[in-house]
């Protein structure tokens, strides 16, 4: 609805609940006492329940603070993907009060150090597969304490040793790797395990993520999230949803990385407040694998992106499932296609609900409402939060008129962390976030995305920033100028198209493809790239991407396997 003491400004409903709790481990506590017995996460078959999840992850906490020296407020990187270890370490680091920094298992070293150092981590929880990057990195870190976990960590008899000897010596994916002061997970959770640990009240303004995020500067940054950022996301998810889903019956698919903002919000937080079953996908890059999952399970929840939909929607095999039981589709992280959209709702029998959101929100700042989905925009405000349209003078805007989105509510971060310019540039006093998105309210109260007034691009639901690509591309010695942009993709929303001056024409993209996957994760590494004898600059010399954007044509080098790489 329209606040109508304010006009311009468009409001969701009251948000309720938020004086129940004060931090998340308040949730974690309620949930797991009112469904203990209620599955709460599985992951290649191996079940952990809500008492189990409790269990393991005090056993944590007690090991952080008897045999460390980690204090409440100290930053621990979570560097895992969707596996049963990542919700124990998590909620077992909350409880001791320590900060937890989301770190993308994949990522570079350079990647890693940086964001390593700018949190300054104290302790890192990672995967064996990945425990090499930390060795590489780890002296130029303030990184005092290392946990290493296996893959079947956390599965039974016989299954754990299977899964890990599979993983180390048939599909070899572990490098050797010397980390002679690491703790395994196991170890850890056994020296906690007649311990009780003394959960951390902390105060709802205390951070409780530093969810990295990109910037206009390509630097990544830390946003500050806090218990109440958090809590107020939950909660404001699950009034949206309260008339949808079951408390305690609901089996929630979760193929997206639950270090990313969107998953960790929606399925590793907000599933606890309602007992909900959460199915992690480890790998849902094996789209085979992945089916054969949803096979065996009788789901009834789907969280996912216009890519991965569309992906599932071309196999057989997936049409084939029984989708008898879905009732909710959710899709975030990039716009959702008509195409996609209808897609999906021919092969499943269900619609998708389109939200937006950014990791400065915790992220879901609007979502269409489920009983009327409106696709092409991103519905309404959620509950407790406001949002305006402004010109390039901050004056805001009627309804119709475009301009860039601005974000008022609970769940709006604290501010970056050690940034106070880019926190200043981005929130304004009366706590108004500035996306970087413009668009413009519709007749009916929908907000519609028109453009992005960033460079940012966004593939598969990553944020990639020009400058991060452009600062690795011009480290190479035949590089003179580049500049990266976004070009629309059918599979990922937007690919990097980069372009390139270089000192010698007999440059082979190809070769300098290679060069950006030493230092950038995949989904950042150029699909397209263009050698050209000079950029567009302004009279000052600023390259002028916008303008190749608008350039007809796509001109584009292909490389032999164009599939996308996010």
């Not at 090991?63 to 596996?83: C, F, K, S, Y």
């Not at 305690?248 to 399925?267: D, W």
């Not at 302004?538 to 599939?563: H, I, T, Y």
Request: proline share 6%; net charge negative; aromatic share 6%.
């Amino acid at each position: 609805m329209s606040d109508s003491a304010t006009p311009g400004i468009e409001t969701g409903p009251p948000l309720k609940g938020m004086e129940a709790f004060v931090s998340i481990n308040d949730i974690i506590a309620d949930a797991c006492r009112r469904f203990a017995d209620k599955p709460a996460f599985s992951c290649m078959g191996q079940v952990l329940r809500y008492r189990d999840i409790d269990r393991l992850s005090n056993q944590f906490a007690a090991w952080l603070q008897r045999e460390t020296d980690l204090e409440p407020g100290d930053r621990i990187a979570i560097q895992l993907p969707n596996v049963l270890q990542f919700p124990v370490a998590v909620f077992g680091a909350l409880k001791a009060g320590l900060v937890i920094v989301n770190t993308n298992p994949l990522y570079t070293e350079r990647e890693m150090r940086h964001q390593f150092r700018d949190a300054g981590a104290k302790a890192v929880v990672v995967l064996s597969n990945m425990a090499q990057k930390v060795e590489k990195v780890l002296d130029q870190t303030e990184i005092r304490h290392i946990v290493v976990t296996d893959m079947g960590d956390l599965h039974g008899w016989p299954k754990r040793p299977l899964i890990n000897a599979v993983v180390r010596h048939v599909k070899k994916l572990v490098p050797a790797y010397s980390l002679p002061s690491a703790t395994g997970l196991r170890q850890a959770l056994a020296a906690g395990r007649d311990h009780k640990p003394r959960i951390v009240e902390s105060d709802s303004e205390a951070v409780a993520v530093l969810q990295y995020t990109g910037g206009t500067t390509g630097v990544a940054k830390g946003a500050m999230l806090t218990h109440r950022n958090l809590i107020a996301n939950m909660l404001q998810t699950q009034q949206l949803l309260g008339d949808t889903l079951t408390e305690g019956e609901e089996t929630i698919i979760a193929p997206l990385p639950c270090y990313h903002i969107y998953t960790f919000t929606v399925n590793c937080l907000f599933a606890m407040t309602t007992g909900q079953h959460n199915v992690l996908i480890p790998n849902p890059r094996d789209i085979g694998g992945f089916v054969k999952t949803l096979s065996r399970t009788p789901f009834t929840v789907f969280v996912g992106l216009n890519t991965l939909f569309n992906a599932l929607c071309q196999r057989d095999d997936f049409k084939a499932l029984d989708f008898s039981r879905l009732k909710l589709t959710i899709s975030g992280g990039m716009a959702l296609t008509q195409v996609v959209a209808e897609r999906w709702q021919t092969t499943t029998g269900c619609g998708i609900v389109e939200g937006y959101g950014l990791t400065e929100t915790s992220p879901i700042a609007l979502v269409n409402p489920p009983a009327a989905p409106q696709i092409g925009t991103i519905g309404k405000p959620v509950p407790g939060t406001a949002i305006r349209v402004v010109d390039e003078d901050g004056q805001t805007l009627e309804r119709g008129e475009r301009g860039e989105l601005c974000v008022k509510g609970p769940q709006v971060m604290k501010g970056y962390w050690n940034r106070p310019e880019d926190t200043a540039a981005t929130l304004d006093e009366e706590g108004w976030l500035r996306t970087g998105d413009m668009a413009m309210v519709q007749d009916d109260g929908y907000v519609k995305i028109v453009d992005r007034k960033k460079d940012m691009i966004l593939v598969s639901g990553f944020n990639v920033y020009p400058n991060e690509i452009e600062e690795v591309v011009s480290t190479h010695p035949d590089v003179i100028e580049a500049a990266a942009i976004g070009v629309p993709d059918g599979e990922s929303g937007e690919a990097i198209k980069l372009f390139v001056v270089a000192r010698d024409e007999s440059l082979d993209p190809q070769a300098l493809r290679q060069w950006c996957k030493q230092s950038l994760t995949g989904y950042k590494v150029p699909r397209f790239i263009e050698l050209r004898d000079e950029l567009p600059k302004s009279n000052v010399g600023k390259v002028l991407r916008r303008e190749l954007r608008d350039e007809p044509g796509e001109n584009a080098e292909k490389p032999e396997n164009a599939s996308s790489q996010a």
